[in-house]
């Protein structure tokens, strides 16, 4: 699915929001961990099906409210291959509640094994004469330090399978600056970024909302940053983390959108994910705590930027 | 296990290489593969065991000569869960072996995340009382782009189990100047993530050999760069893919190289694991083609490089 899919979602929900499926174990109430434990003992079986019901329980809530979700895939593979079954499963998951699924696995890595890595997280390889799915996303984010050569795999299956990319280009933590801040005359490592994702973009077709099939990553915490972008890349849409726990505001993320609010979605990760540990009530409410932590977050977005 | 591990290792071998491990399913001998699709018919399960037994055929062969092993993520992942299944035991069996095992992942996040990636490849998980690893590789390959945020949580891991790390500086493949090579004054990015490197490596812990933590990847098809990184970071260990395939020569990785031949471990992937397709054999003989072709390039390398 494109971000024609995903910007059709946002409108019809008017929310531009997508909600990170990132849990450490200990963001899962205790009564769900506990129930694992007693089913599987103190295993990476029992902390993965913890996570899987967690994970299904903010679907649920979310699925009429939220248009995409973003699992990262770190919080997956730190459980190992049992980590990555249930990654699988989330997905699948996510693709039947009608989510837009953002694998955040930042990949990055040249030839043949950009090739396999875009197989492995949009398109299919290949067992005799059958073509075989791998984690099947519907987009993927990437790291272009290596330049084209990292990107381009993605791109052929972007455009077979109707699917996109996100690349990094201005991250949202605070040591983004020492490498990407670099000034070189009037430009900036990260603008040199946004040249290389506007020259990848072109190469892709574009949807009918004007933006082609690679988007940018740019962070909520540096606005003036996400304002020139927008300006600078009108054809590409941009997915901004950064949002709630690392200091974002409405106002912040506001830039990152074109004229009718469009072009953009904003992730927030633990504000939804662990919003339950602020209610008193040991995570027995965490479904409805993060349902009412993604519509106050819609409600603060949409009363900056009305999504039309 | 540090690079003081692997700096013996190839001492005791006089072999500074390591054996990429990174098979697409058309690596391995149709015999191989014909066997597994009998078995389990044209699924991932079958790609999955014929690239295992395929692994393990090499490790066998490689094993008295070659000190490491770099598995390359993207050619697991791609066959979903199934292929990170594979990867731990791959991995396992590397290290039964006596292999150093490089996990060649290039990740890059920051903060709870890049944490999570760290317990994924070097260290572990907690569940209940229990500390679970997950891949348990001795080193990683990282992307630095988002800064020392996205490093810093494998430096705790890496001091506490006796482990290392590499990160990219300057990659070997043709676009890798497009950012890597940006100017800025009198620096260039790929020396300015060098900097980064060496100060990253100056808060861990220094082996006997005289180097750090923090490796860096380096191209062999850059030979002035090599040259210059080798003079800039005397305390850095490198790893130095392109050679072979790629179109580095022993002359060129020379550079990589201190003045005794240590501090730095060259990689080839494709000519050892593909040398059968050269033999006119149908890769009966997969096993001793890759022996062969190994010996070959520890020879070619110490023809020009004495290993003390």
């Known amino acids: 699915m494109s971000f024609d899919t995903l910007q059709s979602k ?64 770190a919080y997956y593979e730190n459980w190992g291959w049992e980590g990555m079954e249930m990654l699988e499963r989330t997905i ?31 398109g299919k390889s290949q067992v005799g004469e059958e073509q075989i799915p791998g984690f099947d996303a519907d987009c993927v984010t990437l790291n272009g330090y290596m330049g084209s050569d990292a990107i381009k795999p993605f791109l052929k299956d972007a455009e077979a399978e109707d699917k996109c990319v996100f690349a990094l280009v201005r991250t949202s933590n605070p040591s983004a600056i020492e490498l990407q801040d670099m000034v070189a005359g009037d430009r900036v490592v990260y603008k040199v ?22 988007g940018a990553v740019i962070g909520a915490t540096y606005p003036s940053d996400l ?27 506001h830039y990152a959108f074109d004229r009718y609010g469009r072009g953009a979605v904003i992730n927030a990760s633990r504000s939804i994910m662990c919003a339950w540990k602020k209610t008193g009530h040991n995570g027995e409410d965490y479904a409805q705590a993060a349902r009412d932590a993604a519509l106050e977050m819609r409600d603060a977005i949409r009363a900056v930027t009305p999504i039309l």
């Open 10 to 73: 946002i409108r019809s929900m008017k929310n531009p929001t997508v909600a990170g499926l990132d849990a450490r174990l200990e963001y899962v109430p205790a009564a769900i961990v506990q129930k694992q434990i007693e089913a599987y003992g103190e295993t990476r079986k029992a902390a993965v099906e913890a996570i899987f019901e967690f994970n299904c329980g903010l679907m649920d809530a979310l699925s009429d409210i939220v248009p995409a979700v973003k699992p990262q895939s």
């Open 92 to 122: 699948r998951y996510a693709r039947s509640k009608g989510f837009f699924v953002i694998a955040d696995v930042k990949r990055g890595d040249i030839g043949s094994t950009a090739a396999a890595y875009s197989e492995a997280w949009l």
């Open 193 to 214: 970024m946004g040249e290389l994702v506007d020259r990848w973009g072109k190469t892709t077709s574009v949807g009918e909302y004007g933006y082609n099939r690679v």
């Open 227 to 253: 304002r020139q972008l927008r300006k600078m890349l009108p054809h590409t849409f941009f997915l901004v983390p950064g949002y709630g726990a690392q200091g974002g505001t409405a106002e912040d993320v």
